[in-house]
């Protein structure tokens, strides 16, 4: 049996998506700022898909801009809200100790060039509180941007709440929404997000396809210089066939939505229940208040690598946190943020459901991983120590 449990990683590109992408390479390859009528054929795909993406978000067809991803999204959302914020003199930026990379790496840059970043912690649920986030707005704060669900824990923060306060203090509020697009109801207007970005490959789109959603109104600051492609803000000949497939893509995902997501999160709690049956083990995030595919444990006296390898050779492909950071050999850091230590945070899986996931599947992870982690205990110098005494047991 071999199942894929790591949808949070990428998804498998859907059949719809692929021939969507397929069509348009082999029929309307033309480029879009081309006059003539190949190329005015690419421009209203192109723009059909921008329409289709908007209607989804419940956004305006200007307010998206197709990126190569959520990182590239991410980037141009924070760098501009920077650049607006210092020609007003506000250069204090809000976010979350966990946030993923394209974030933190990101704001640590804009440190570098002067900005004052302060970064939330989270409680041991994996959550912050609309409070929290008010309580650390000044008059010199430019931007709060918070992930709506995180990549690791799955853990989904009170979007409209706190879009609700930064609109009320006239601060910019962006989130990246590349784990919660496709599993979760978003719309931006009714949940106060002034920018969002996006990546198509988490919801069974091409890679290498995102977008950013910037309310009207908001000066984007270009990453890229060259072309006038997207009305000046994303230089570079259009990805018209990926654009198309991450358009496909989401509407398949989106239809039917709260149906599909309500098997997996049936799935997920089934995969919960059985995985709190293994001794010295230990849920990360909420129970409840996370994606409906995603399911974060830690196992006390083992190393999450080994523990992947194992499960691979029976069939599962999981993750031992997010796949930007797989090659590091430190703990993950939204862990060691919802306060694991260590050790603890060595031994952690994480595995994402997607909707075709089954009973008979969810019972056979959860047999492998028990008889993996009992393996793996058997020879590990930590869990002698643990169950002779001579070191307490955390979880």
């Known amino acids: 049996m071999r199942i894929y449990a790591d949808n949070a ?26 006059l003539y009528e190949i190329g005015q054929n690419a421009r209203e795909i192109l723009e059909k898909a921008r329409e289709d993406v908007a209607v989804v978000i419940g956004a305006e067809p200007r307010e998206i801009i197709f990126t190569s991803g959520g990182s590239e999204a991410d980037n141009q959302a924070i760098r501009s809200a920077g650049a607006l914020g210092k020609r007003k003199g506000k250069k204090h930026i809000i976010s979350t100790a966990f946030e993923h990379h394209a974030i933190l790496h990101t704001l640590k840059r804009m440190e570098e060039e002067g900005f004052e970043v302060t970064l939330l912690d989270v409680h041991e649920n994996g959550l ?22 995180n990549n690791e824990i799955g853990t989904i923060q009170p979007i409209p709440e706190i879009g609700a306060i930064c609109k009320k203090h006239g601060v910019l509020f962006h989130t990246d929404a590349v784990q919660a697009m496709a599993h979760l109801p978003i719309n931006v207007k009714e949940q106060n997000i002034d920018m969002l970005s996006c990546s198509a490959h988490k919801f069974h789109g091409p890679k290498g396809t995102g977008f950013l959603y910037a309310r009207k109104g908001i000066p984007l600051r270009n990453l890229i210089e060259g072309g006038a492609q997207e009305r000046g803000l994303r230089a570079g000949t259009e990805n ?10 989401l509407k398949e995902a989106t239809d039917g ?29 909420d129970e409840t208040r996370r994606l409906p595919g995603n399911v974060n444990f830690c196992f006390e006296g083992i190393e999450g690598e080994s523990l992947l390898l194992l499960l691979d050779d029976r069939g599962i492909c999981a993750s031992s946190g997010s796949a930007c950071t797989s090659g590091s050999l430190d703990p993950s850091h939204v862990l060691l943020a919802i ?11 994480r595995l994402s459901l997607g909707e075709d996931i089954t009973e008979e599947e969810v019972d056979y992870i959860i047999k492998n991983v028990g008889e993996v982690v009992e393996y793996l205990r058997g020879f590990s110098p930590v869990w002698r120590d643990l169950m002779s005494g001579k070191t307490e047991f955390i979880l």
């Open 9 to 34: 990683a990428t998804t498998k590109m859907s059949r719809t998506a692929i021939d969507a992408m397929v069509s348009v390479m082999e029929e309307e390859f033309g480029n879009p700022s081309s």
């Open 128 to 149: 912050i509180t609309p409070e929290e986030v008010e309580a650390a707005i000044r008059e010199d704060t430019c931007l709060v941007t918070i992930m709506y669900a």
């Open 240 to 249: 018209v066939a990926g654009i198309v497939g991450l358009a496909a893509a």
């Open 257 to 285: 939505m709260e149906e599909k997501m309500a098997h997996v999160a049936a799935m997920r709690d089934r995969l919960i229940a059985g995985l709190k049956q293994i001794p010295h083990s230990a849920l990360n995030g």
């Open 339 to 349: 306060g694991r230590v260590h050790d603890v945070a060595h031994g952690s899986l």
